[in-house]
């Protein structure tokens, strides 16, 4: 029965599908630092480090404006709840430009952690049935 040009065909197909499938997985469980070497990855980390130049610049640009902003008169700014609002705020956006790329690489981690387990849950799941 091998013989037959249709069952060739499917073997074909199903052995592409398989490469192709092997292929697609091992760049969905590659890291950003190991994909080609680390080299994509060092020039994200150096164009991150500009990117995080021009935020802190404009932090200190927008904060500037949100406290000229917000209060009418330096009394106003006085009370302690507007200046802690502002710092409150400053912090937090510091916080998230200074972290941005440790934040992003620790979602992609924990993404990574679940698609690497999913072909383990998916089988126990049909062991099961």
């Avoid at 199903?14 to 060092?42: C, H, R, V, Y």
């Amino acid at each position: 029965m091998s013989d037959n040009w249709i069952v060739a065909n499917l073997e074909n197909a199903f052995g592409t599908w398989n490469d192709k499938m092997t292929e697609i997985w091992s760049l969905i469980t590659t890291s950003p630092q190991s994909f080609k070497g680390g080299a994509i990855w060092s020039i994200v980390t150096t164009i991150n480090g500009g990117l995080q130049a021009i935020g802190y610049a404009l932090l200190i640009l927008f904060f500037a404006m949100s406290i000229f902003k917000s209060t009418a008169n330096f009394r106003d700014f006085q009370r302690p709840e507007y200046a802690l609002k502002h710092f409150i705020r400053f912090v937090a956006a510091k916080v998230a430009i200074t972290y941005a790329l440790d934040l992003m690489t620790v979602i992609y981690k924990i993404c990574g952690g679940v698609v690497e387990k999913s072909p383990e849950v998916l089988a126990v799941s049909a062991a099961r049935r």
